[in-house]
């Protein structure tokens, strides 16, 4: 088991960027799977990228894609998720997850973040 921690969420107006870091603690964060999910108040949690183990796949929710980028950096056991032109509806709390395969459901991710609140203002 991986333990993570998300940085970097916080308030940004619409258009903007903010980079989420999801730092592994504990083992290495090398040769898992890695996604990020968010969840927004009175919402399910929802699937909003993933990358395979070694960085050379990776899937976007439609709802991101073009705009948002998951990326890794193995040194420093770190994950990364580059979001752009914001919008306020995507606005929720970010998690960070580890597993063995990279999936769309979240139930296959064996190790969860703390999650990091990101909110866009009109």
């Known amino acids: 088991q991986v333990q993570l921690v998300e940085y970097g969420g916080g308030l940004v107006q619409a258009g903007g960027s903010l980079r989420l870091s999801c730092a592994a603690s504990?083992?290495?964060?090398?040769?898992?799977?890695k996604a990020w999910f968010r969840q927004a108040p009175g919402k399910e949690r929802e699937l909003v990228a993933t990358?395979?183990?070694?960085?050379?796949?990776?899937y976007y929710a439609g709802s991101v894609k073009g705009r948002f980028a998951i990326s890794r950096d193995r040194a420093e056991g770190t994950v990364y998720q580059q979001m752009n032109s914001l919008k306020p509806e995507d606005t929720a709390v970010y998690y960070c997850?580890?597993?063995?395969?990279?999936?769309?459901?979240?139930?296959?991710?064996?190790?969860w973040g703390r999650g990091t609140q990101v909110t866009v203002s009109s």
């Open positions: 997850a580890a597993g063995s395969i990279a999936t769309m459901t979240s139930d296959d991710y064996d190790s």
């Open positions: 504990g083992r290495t964060f090398s040769g898992y799977a």
């Open positions: 990358i395979n183990w070694n960085g050379r796949s990776t």
